[in-house]
């Protein structure tokens, strides 16, 4: 890229990691162009440059797409894998096909991080009632069952209480492609977020640790206070899952953190990820002017923090709080311009800085 040329970001999906990541570019000046099946009034298409409306599987609308942008990436990982081998055909694809197929799939991220020699939760795939049978008679009947594709902020789980039986429990939940993990009483959640180049090139931000409410990201504190050996070993797995993915753009890994201080690969996710939001005031590069720059071939920005942060996100139940946010010092709000506020939506979050380093 030089400095008189006009460089095109293209995004698959229209919402608010989209729009964050247009924002993003265009700060740094340059383009966006979003394609989505819902794009029209979209929260990512009302500040991108321009933008697609057609469907996944509609191969000219993508290879036309594809025509018109430079680089493509993701602002989520249920785009169909096969969308990003197309494309790929065109120009580089952010996060790879490879990393968008792992992610999509529960089993399979788990594989590849025990493969990785990364610590997982004990999980069986089930794909009949047999299967399911076998692993809660290896959990004394109680564990977690979830879909493997498509589930987020808690959907797609049931929690099995020992008292079920499988042959039910399987006819009841749904689904063929689901995979049996062991619950863990673990004392805390963290997340580690690391940018990749096509290079292979590597570049960290500091440690988030979470906190939920009913399965969905409630708040975030960072730099995560931990041990700095905690920290490092969840870097340096997270580092070891993009490169065995050759992965392109951003990886998030969610750990659990066990009560002897035990670290517990939970899920992955190749895009920009709900407990990095606080980088946007809280780094000299945030996550979405990182994974521009990365996807535009500018080098990686700094990503040490301004301080320690805490960022808490607004569901549609929250909204009434919006009018004292608006005012409340030193508060950061942004708000993502959905239409209609629902119970468990995310519709913004606000973030304010805890403590000056």
Known sequence: MTADSTYCIGILGSGQLGRMIAIAAAQLGLDTHVYAPDAAASPAAAVAGRWTEAAYDDMAALDAFAASVNVVTSEFENVPAEVMTRLAMHCPASPGEAALRVAQHRVAEKTIASDLGIDT???????SAADLETGLRELAGAGILKTCRLGY??????????????????????????ILEEHIDFAFEISCLVARSQAGDICHFPVSRNQHENGILARTTAPADIAPELAQAAQTATAALADRLDLFGLLAVEFFVTPDGGLLFNEMAPRPHNSFHWTIEGCASS?????????????FGDTRAYGSWQM?????????????????????????????????????????????D
Do not use: C
């Open 121 to 127: 939760p004990r999980f069986w795939p089930v794909t």
């Open 153 to 178: 902020d808690g959907k797609g789980q049931h929690r099995v209480n020992g008292s079920e039986a499988a042959d039910s429990l399987y006819a009841d939940f749904g689904s063929d492609d689901a």
């Open 287 to 299: 996550q979405f002017t990182q994974l521009a720059r990365v996807l535009a071939g500018l080098g």
């Open 312 to 356: 808490d996100n607004l569901l549609g139940q929250h909204m009434p709080q919006v009018p004292e946010l608006l005012t409340a010092a030193g508060v950061h709000l942004h708000l993502y311009g959905k239409p209609e506020a629902r119970t468990d939506r995310k519709m913004g979050h606000a973030t304010r800085r805890v403590r000056a």
